[in-house]
């Protein structure tokens, strides 16, 4: 029997076993993923009989033809069939829609975070697929770029916490693969500018981009995807520094590294980096990439690089290994077991889900307005995002992606706003007026603000629309558009009680709606169970213990905003606006204000070796049993590059019952308080650090750590 057909051998004798029966047809066949939507039907229907290495945005029934005419061909490799299932497995209509990345960062619990990880993972392997293109580690600083909602917010340690959790979620039963993206720095491109060039330094990407990927790296991902853009004038695509000699061979990465949509194409097309695609294909693989998403003429362009030369065959086999340990890994070759379709939005996911609804949902401000008795008379609902449940998803789902789908009827249960309000508050008359829609085209603020004059409360939904969001969608001016600035307006002067409800892909400018409500709930897009966690957090069913991983702006011109910058800036503030942000990274109430204090550190002076346990005592004075977020931020005193004023380095999120005090501990390694020397060196200098521990970036107590 061939050793590569034999389940019991070890995974790195079967890989080499058939990677010596293999040719070079075979080989190169494993580096391309296509798509239906990039190729012409007869040549889709060609590459599923050529053995390509992985097929794309498949789904249902078609993954089993592809299959099938896979181990129809001489060696039978299997494909590995992927699909962006980022916030759940979204693209499938019917199957479990979470809260966004952005939205779920903001429980900062990890446990709830790895669920989602689980969850979607059971779900894509029972509809037959074996990889997702998720978590996004991309971080969330500027904020007109389009793809903010992907991230997991503003703060690297946050990012990579959660990208560790989810990682190891997707992972942990060998379902699916993950593959952590985009590497690398693809939202800090200049202007916030989808795909364009990012003017870091390498220093930089170590000191804030790479430890995300890092993690997601010792956490085990599957693959990784490079990113569309350029460092430094540099495309990723062609970054053998990033690609090779940092992420696989300082980070140890065993994986497979799949470039991003067309990416090959781009490095002639966009780029203008290589003259044809030859070339492209050549620098590509030279770089580190293992797999070409798309730009199927890589498959010919690489034959006759090998024809003629012109790239060692030591590279392709690299690339074929690392494929291929992936597929024996995940028991491709081996039959695998799909969990039952119906996982597919089971209960217990959807209790999964729900709860994960509840502890992102961030209560932003509530002056004596929530909760809202229960035998309100009159409620008015009011706004464009206040039944949409395309806004209450947000991208990535079965409505925008693979093609945007205009009409589709959702087969799942789902929640908006107006949903979760008449389930909740069933006692009371719920009126509903959408006044608007985003942009304007629509207009029926008269029978919006008459409806408010017959309620006791109103509810006025607002954010943003997909068509403001994605790629190719970033915002020069990221305020609420004007219409449902005016629709405010108008609401306010109904002097009826006002409570906002934001459901939105990314932080906009709300300093009016700050200033004009009587309590602010961020939701961003928090999935199926969104609508239902805002009414009942409107109605006191459970403390909220959302906090924000990022920070809103006063002006669009004010982003990059986020809290862990530097020192140094003349005056602190631009001179035509107000100081400051209009909400902060950490923000976030509950029903119950928490004390914290007696703070105290198991060592006072330290060494780089050394680990501090940092004590905190936290009393929920509140009447309702909740659940607290425990920051830890430092401040290198003095430092011989700049330091951010204040940064997260840990975090926790305990119960505390209602009246309780609970010791919080927080591990703080010494290690962790290094910077990146010039010299690319990670340093703990010696001196001061300020610790501070609280709620947030305002409201902590702290101490001092000296390192010697
Ligand atoms: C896209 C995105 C990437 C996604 C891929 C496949 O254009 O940039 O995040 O995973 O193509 O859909």
Redesign the pocket.
Known sequence: MEIYKDKNADIESRVSDLLSRMSDEEKVGQMLQV?YNTLSGEDYEKYKTLGVGSF??VLGEECDEIREKAASTRLGIPPLL???A?HGHALRNGATVFPSQLAASCSFNRELIKEMGRVTAREVCADGLDWT??P?LCIGRDLRWG?VD?TFGEDSYVVGEMGKAIIEGYEDENLIIS?A??YIAYGEATGGRDAYDSEVTERKIREVFLPPFKKAVDAGCGSV?T??GSIDAKPLTANKRLLREILKDELGFKGFVVT??ENVRSLVTNQHFAENLTDASRAAIEAGNDMS?NTHEFYECVLSLLKNKKIHMSLIDDAVRRILRVKFRLGLFDGKKRPEKSVIACEGHKKINHELARESIVLLKNDSALPLDGDTKTIAVIGPNADDVRALYGDWTYFS??EPKRDVKPLGEYYTVLDGMREVFKKSRILYEKGCDIFGHENETDKAVKAAKKADVVICVLGDCLAQNG?YRDRADISLTPIQLELLKRLKGTQKKLIAVLVNCKPLCIQYLKENCDAVIEMFNGGDYGGLAAAELIAGRFNPSGKLTISFPRHSAQTPCYYNGYGGWHGGRYMDIDEGNVYDFGDGLSFSEYEYSNLRLSKKTVTENDVVEVSVDVKNNGAMDGKETVMLFVNDVVSSILTPVKELKAFEKVFIGAGEKKTVTLRLDVKDLALVTHGLKRVVEKGEFEIMVGSNTKKYIKDTLTVV
């Open positions: 798509s794309l945005h992927g699909i962006d980022i293109f998720s996004v793809r992907e593959c993206k985009h995807m990113a569309y991003d949509w998403m992606h693979p790629e």
